[in-house]
C-alpha cells in the first residue's frame, strides 16, 4: 500500500535528490559527448551518433528488465533498493571511461564510444526505473503525485544545468591556445569524474533517506525462482500487458516523438551555441541556466495549475510551447529581426526566451509522469497486478531511446548539411554562413514541427480525475476484502 496521507516535505525532497544523478548524466551526455568524440577527437559526426544511439537497441531490453525484476524482487530491503544500491560503483565508473578513452584512432574511439555509452546507461537503467517506480509508490493521491513529481523533475532539471554549468564555469576555460575551452581534450577527464562523484552522493543520498519507507510499500507476492528464459518471457508478458492500456499507450506514443526532437536539439546545442548564436564563455554561462532555471521555477507552481487546470490541458500546452518557443528565437534571427552577435541585447532576449520556454515547458513535465502514475492504478483494475516498474521502463525506454534516436538523426544532419568536423573548427568564421543557416533549420522550424504529431497523440488521453478516483475506490473495495484480481468475465453463451 502506498504511504497514506500528505507526504512530508523532506520525504519528497530526499526522493527527488536521487534524479540529480540522471541530469547530470543526461546535462553531460545530452551536451558534450557528441561534440566532444566529433568536434575535440576528430571523430566524423554521423559515426559518433551511431556509436551514441546504439543504445537504443540496449535500453530495448535492458529497461522493462529493470522493470519487471525490481517489481519482482523481494528481499530486506524492499522490491527497489537492492538495484538502487547495486548500481552506483557501475555507472560511476562507466561514465568516467566515457569522456576518458585510452585508445586513439577513428574506429578504436567508435569501438570505445559504443561500449561505454551502453554500459553507463545500463547502468543508470538499474537505478533510474526502480527510482521512478519508487515514486509512484509513495503516494495514489491523485494531486500529490504531481507533487512527488514536481520534486524529481526540479532535481533532475537542476542536475542537468549542474553539468553544463560545471563544465563550462570550472573546467572549460579559455586558454591561449583555445579560445573555446570546450575544444580541449584534457578537460574532459576531470569534468567527468567530478560529475561521477555528484552522481554517487546523490543516489546514496536519496537511497538511504527512502530506505524507512520500505514497510509501508507494496510487496510482491511469494514466488519460486525463474531462469532466464522464464524471467524474459515474463518481461514480454509484461510489457504486452502495459501496452493494451489505451491510457498508457497514448502517452508512451505521445512523449516518444517528443524525446527524439529533443534529443536532436540536446546533441545540437552546444554547436548552436558555439557557431550560431557565437557565444562567449561568460555568454554561455549567462545563457545556459536559463532554460532550466525557468523549469525550476514552474515545477514550484505545477502541482497547483494542475490541480487547478487539469494534467490533460497542462500536459498539451507544455508541448506546445516547447515546440513554440523553440523555434521562435530562431525565425526571428533568420529574419534578421534580433540584434546581430555580439550586440548587448541579444543575450537578455534570448535568456527571457529560454526561462518563459521552460516554465511553460515544465508544465507538461510534470503532468505527465503524474498522469502515468495514475494509469498504473488503472492497470492495477484491469489485471490484478501492480506494476510501477513495468510502466516506468517503458517510459524511460520511450524517453531515452528517441534520445538515442535524435542524436543519431543530429550526426546526420551534421552530415547532410556537410558541417566540418575536427578541432581545426573553431569559430563560426571557419563555417560557411549557408551551412550556419542550415543549422538553425534543423534546430528550430523542423524540430518544433514534429510537435503537432506529439500534441495529436496527447489528445486521445482519456482517464479524468473522476474515473481515477473510482478506481482508487474499486481498488480499495477489493483490497479491504482481499480480492486482488479483478473478476472473470463471465462466459459467452453459444449461439443457438
Not at 557557431?275 to 554561462?285: A, K, P, Q, T
Request: net charge neutral.
Amino acid at each position: 500500500m502506498p504511504v497514506k496521507g500528505p507526504l512530508s516535505f523532506s520525504t519528497k525532497t530526499v526522493y527527488g535528490i536521487g534524479q540529480l544523478a540522471e541530469g547530470l548524466k543526461n546535462g553531460a551526455m545530452g551536451t558534450f559527448l557528441l561534440f566532444y568524440y566529433n568536434q575535440v577527437l576528430g571523430m566524423s559526426a554521423s559515426l559518433a551518433a551511431i556509436a551514441a544511439g546504439t543504445a537504443v537497441i540496449v535500453d530495448a531490453f535492458t529497461d522493462p528488465l529493470a522493470g519487471s525484476l525490481s517489481d519482482n524482487w523481494k528481499s530486506r530491503l524492499g522490491r527497489r533498493h537492492p538495484f538502487i544500491y547495486g548500481s552506483i560503483v557501475p555507472m560511476a565508473v562507466c561514465f568516467y571511461l566515457l569522456f576518458n578513452p585510452l585508445v586513439t584512432g577513428e574506429w578504436q574511439l567508435f569501438i570505445w564510444m559504443v561500449v561505454f555509452t551502453n554500459l553507463t546507461r545500463t547502468a543508470m537503467t538499474f537505478y533510474h526505473i526502480p527510482h521512478m517506480a519508487l515514486g509512484a509508490e509513495l503516494t495514489d493521491d491523485f494531486n500529490e503525485r504531481s507533487s512527488v513529481v514536481a520534486s524529481r523533475v526540479f532535481m533532475s532539471t537542476f542536475g542537468a544545468l549542474a553539468a553544463v554549468y560545471i563544465g563550462f564555469a570550472l573546467f572549460f576555460t579559455p586558454t591561449a591556445e583555445l579560445a573555446n575551452g570546450q575544444l580541449d581534450p584534457t578537460a574532459y577527464p576531470p569534468f567527468a569524474a567530478t560529475l561521477a562523484v555528484l552522481m554517487t552522493l546523490s543516489v546514496l543520498w536519496s537511497a538511504w533517506g527512502t530506505q524507512k519507507l520500505v514497510p509501508f510499500l507494496p510487496q510482491p507476492a511469494e514466488q519460486a525462482r525463474l531462469g532466464l528464459v522464464a524471467i524474459l518471457a515474463r518481461v514480454l508478458k509484461d510489457v504486452l500487458l502495459a501496452v493494451r492500456c489505451g491510457s498508457f499507450r497514448w502517452l508512451f506514443l505521445g512523449v516518444l516523438i517528443l524525446f527524439v526532437i529533443i534529443g536532436v536539439d540536446s546533441a545540437l546545442n552546444i554547436y548552436m551555441f558555439t557557431y550560431f548564436w557565437e557565444l562567449s564563455r561568460g555568454e554561455i554561462l549567462a545563457l545556459a541556466p536559463a532554460y532550466p532555471i525557468g523549469v525550476m521555477l514552474g515545477a514550484l507552481f505545477s502541482p497547483w495549475l494542475q490541480a487547478r487546470f487539469g494534467k490533460k490541458s497542462m500536459l498539451l500546452f507544455g508541448t506546445g510551447s516547447w515546440a513554440a518557443w523553440q523555434a521562435l528565437p530562431i525565425v526571428l534571427r533568420l529574419l534578421g529581426w534580433l540584434p546581430e552577435n555580439g550586440d548587448a541585447l541579444l543575450i537578455p532576449l534570448l535568456i527571457v526566451m529560454r526561462v518563459v520556454q521552460g516554465i511553460c515547458t515544465v508544465q507538461s513535465n510534470v503532468a505527465y509522469g503524474s498522469m502515468l502514475a495514475d494509469t498504473i492504478d488503472e492497470h492495477e483494475l484491469d489485471t490484478g497486478k501492480r506494476q510501477e516498474g513495468i510502466f516506468f521502463s517503458a517510459s524511460s525506454f520511450s524517453a531515452k531511446a528517441p534520445v538515442g534516436l535524435g542524436t543519431i538523426i543530429a550526426g546526420f544532419g551534421l552530415e547532410l548539411i556537410n558541417w566540418p568536423s575536427g578541432p581545426g573548427i573553431r569559430t563560426a568564421a571557419d563555417v560557411p554562413p549557408e551551412t550556419i543557416m542550415h543549422l538553425g533549420l534543423l534546430c528550430g522550424p523542423l524540430i518544433a514541427f514534429f510537435g503537432i504529431a506529439c500534441l495529436w497523440c496527447y489528445s486521445h488521453y482519456a482517464l479524468t480525475r473522476e474515473h481515477h478516483a473510482e478506481i482508487l475506490a474499486e481498488l480499495e473495495r477489493r483490497r479491504s476484502t482481499g480480492v486482488t484480481a479483478p473478476a472473470p468475465a463471465p462466459p459467452v453463451a453459444a449461439a443457438g
